[in-house]
């Protein structure tokens, strides 16, 4: 069966690009019917946290990637890393290195394990991404297992770890290569099965440096709190460093079907917030009003079904022009808002004793209506001007003013049909009063 782990260190937020990683080896895992672990290596107990744990976990179930069986927390396997780091050293593989010289051999005095690199051959990595990597072991330098402290290092923990936990693809950043080796030779050494390696480039920013806050990659939360839907990051995470043919928008079906490890790209990919904001537009465009409003604060769960009616008829004018969630909420705002609504100092400054005049004016024509549509209110507006010798923005701004309470880039005619004809009269009747 195979086994792919995710094995973040909770110091910090869940980089979007540790989630990419975490996605490609839950997509490997359940390519092969196999299982996707997570492990916690939380050894460093100074800098690892309870919150940065909560957020990793709960960054990954927020995009759909849930592992299987418990979450192993490392710091709980000590032990058992101290015992195989006394056993390479019974073996010979590994020797005391005493901090002060002047105590060799007395093994009360603090001194580390470090493991014994051989000094003549080769190690081979084959790696299903990058290829066979040679390293020569003349270039490996005898690494530590177990500090003077007796605390064990990463080197020897994490293959400690993969082992027991029966780990058989290891899937991570192409920074880790020059760990391999040494992990390769602690592998061989206690002749345990070596995992299969797969070592993925990192993630860059649009000018080619390394990806950083400054090119829009931030914590997955970051991308939760700015309205992108879920499914729209792991399509474009899918996308950074791995094709099929031209095809764009995936489906998780689709991801797990065609998944392959052969599919991803040597050389490392951009991130583009606006190919992200694209992709999005695009999922919800594609995504139901019920689905939407779930997604939306708290608020909008409580609404009635004749303002989701008004939602569902102003959303594909929203949906041409925002690409994520906290844009079109802002924007839906006006639809849920109680009257008096508020209205900004910008929107509040069009209000006068003419502009009052046109909408009152305004108000009297479409209390006749008896047909509530968008063609049927566009032909009342565009009499209305022409009876009145006025220009659009002599009305629209205003009208924008007193509908919406701000300059809405949205068109007066769908807002006036969303809103109904009893809402938009008496939010017109509203603003004569201020």
Known sequence: MIITRFAPSPTGFLHIGGVRTALFNWLYAKNNYGKFLLRIEDTDRERSSREAVKKIIDGLKWVGLNHDDEIIYQHKNLKR????????????????????????????KKHAIRFKVPEIGKTIINDKVQGD??????????????????????MLSVVVDDHDMNITDIIRGDDHLTNAAKQKLIYDCLKWDCPSFSHIPLIHGQDGSKLSKRHGALGIEHYKEKGYLPEAVINYLLRLGWSHGDQEIFCKEEMIDLFSIEKIRKSPAKFDIEKLDDINSKYLKNTSVQILLKNFD?????????????????LPELLKRFKN???????????INQRPININEEALNLINDKSIKTLEN???VLKKLDKWDANEIEHTIKKFLIDEKLNFKDLGLPLRAALVGFLSPLGVNVIIESLGKVEVLDRIEDITKY
């Open 81 to 108: 890393h101290s015992e195989i780091a006394y056993h390479l050293l019974e073996l010979g593989f590994a020797y005391r290195d005493w901090a002060d010289k002047s105590d060799f051999g007395n093994l009360n």
């Open 133 to 154: 990597v040679i390293i020569h072991n003349k270039e490996i330098e005898d690494f530590v297992l177990m500090r003077s402290d007796k605390t064990p290092t990463y």
């Open 298 to 314: 708290k608020k909008f769960n409580e609404i009635n079904e004749e303002k989701i009616k008004s939602i569902e008829i102003i």
């Open 325 to 335: 969630i906290k844009e079109i909420e802002k924007n839906l705002e006006f639809i």
């Open 362 to 364: 305004l108000s009297k």
